[in-house]
């Protein structure tokens, strides 16, 4: 009789045992999807520098924008965010498109075709859970083309406040050229976004762009240039509402 009893009490604690596996099973099919970093963790906005009919102030020394001397300032940038950025920063605001699906526990993929220029590339985003961070890694292919190229990679953490991103240049010398590092409060709607340029061998190596979206009333964008080959800084405020802003070159207004 007692061995019944004990047996019958592995039973229960062995079925018991299993609920509890099958309930947590359940529980963590209900977790929600990975999220992705917001889409301004890939974004500088050189808009303002475009075109000089965009700014409403006059060149005021120490008051405005002098938007000939900015423009000067980013064409380094205009030339990288319009050639070797754009595929990245196309796909990776294409992801938003489109649900991940899970690849394992604390993987899952974002995996979609992006047409640019002419081309048609598939993208394939990994975001992986490791402890307190994520890490990204986006593998890209051309139709036609080459295939699963490492195009990016980064990491953030899990609120995805911070984090960065590591560009690779082509899948023919697949180097690190550029580093993005960026912040977001999502509360507040502001963030920055710095892009350092880190091609081992290239002249312009530590050239770099910081932009950032403030809550300040005056200017509420600012942009800090460096250029390593001409050892010259800009500082620049802007106002997206009234296009006005300050300049500081070399650390004269």
């Not at 924008?65 to 423009?71: D, G, H």
Request: contains cysteine; proline residues 4%; hydrophobic residues 35%.
């Amino acid at each position: 009789m007692k061995k019944t009893i004990f047996n019958n009490g592995k039973l229960l604690l062995a079925a018991i045992f299993l609920l509890a596996i099958a309930f947590n099973g359940c529980e963590k099919d209900k977790e929600e999807e990975l999220q992705l970093p917001p889409e301004s963790a890939f974004s500088i906005d050189l808009s303002p520098f475009a075109d000089q009919e965009k700014s409403t102030a006059e060149p005021e020394p120490g008051t405005y924008v002098n938007i000939a001397i900015a423009r000067t300032a980013v064409a380094f940038w205009n030339i990288i965010l319009g050639t070797v950025v754009a595929v990245p920063a196309y796909s990776y605001v294409k992801a938003f498109e489109y649900k991940p699906v899970r690849v394992s526990n604390d993987k899952w993929k974002w995996s979609y075709e992006v047409g640019f220029l002419g081309s048609i590339y598939t993208a394939e985003l990994y975001g992986e859970v490791i402890e307190s961070d994520v890490e990204w890694k986006m593998y890209i292919s051309q139709q036609g083309g080459f295939s699963d190229f490492l195009m990016y990679d980064g990491k953030c953490n899990i609120q995805r406040t911070k984090g960065y991103w590591r560009l690779y240049e082509n899948p023919l010398a697949p180097v690190e050229f550029l580093r993005i590092d960026w912040t977001y409060n999502w509360e507040e709607k502001t963030c920055s976004v710095k892009y350092t340029y880190t091609k081992e061998g290239a002249e312009t190596r530590g050239n770099y762009i910081d932009y950032g979206i403030t809550t300040d009333t005056d200017y509420n964008v600012y942009y800090d240039i460096y250029s390593i080959t001409e050892d010259k800084y800009f500082s620049i405020l802007y106002n997206t509402t009234t296009h006005e802003g300050m300049i500081e070159y070399d650390g004269n207004p």
